[in-house]
């Protein structure tokens, strides 16, 4: 029997079905096999691949469970589904998926990969009050958000290493109750084997080396690559010059940051202080 080659520009959701494929494949499945497993016919799964017709959100994560995935497929159907993700994001997010180091700098704002929910509506809905997004769309960004976190919980784990700004800290989003929360989710994650957390205190003033937001992400074959974001679209780096320049920045920014026990010390400070005001 004649395979079908699927044209990954034939459709928005023929990205998907290739790796969905792919994945089918890999484990030595034929579609037939496959199909109940994801409650769904044998020809139903045929034309998902084919990109003939668009998936399930359950489908992917039907997929997922049955595949070892990660959560791959789920990612992949919330940036084909959801508009509202950032130009290049999508791109940068399959990289992050497989990514075996992510190495963050975050000025303002927590990264998204440590918000909890909480914290990542009260964001998404203040941008939709400013009106810079519709209800809808500030909705499909948590989701996403929630979603891509998975990348957390692959076997074995990405090493993550993040250097918050203290204004992260400092900026309340969504209020005392949430900014709890959010702060406790970081001392939580901080104990995890695979995560490490710092602060660069406002006391480094100009000799903080970034000024803006930068992520790293080492991939299996240890090539590195930067991603970068403006107010309009992300940006993926793969020149080795300009990311060894953002790699060398980093280190230093991590050697000048305080240390991970000094940095919990200052959030759990932070946190305290936050709920002893509430009282």
Known sequence: MNKKTIDPESSPWAPFGIQLRKFREAKGLRQEQLAPRLKCSASHLSYVELAQRPPKRRLAELADEALDTDGTLLLMWFQLKNAAILQGFPDFAR?????????????????????????????QVGYARQGFATQKVAEERVAFRIARQQVLERTPPPFVHVVLDESCLRR????????????????QLAARPHVVIQVAPFTLGESRVFSHPVTLLTMPNRKVLAYGETEQRGYLDHDSRS????????????????????????IRAVRRDLEWMST
Do not use: K, N, P, W
Request: glycine share 8%; aromatic share 8%.
């Open 243 to 266: 990311v060894a320049e953002l790699t060398r920045g980093y280190d230093r920014l991590a050697v000048e940051a305080h240390g991970q026990a000094e940095s919990l010390a200052f």
């Open 172 to 187: 309340i989003i969504g209020g005392r109750d949430v900014m709890v929360e959010q702060l406790l989710h970081l001392e």
């Open 95 to 123: 990289y992050e998926a497989v990514a075996e180091q992510i190495r963050i700098f975050e000025i303002d704002v927590i990264t998204g990969l440590f918000q909890t929910r909480a914290y990542a509506t009260a964001l």
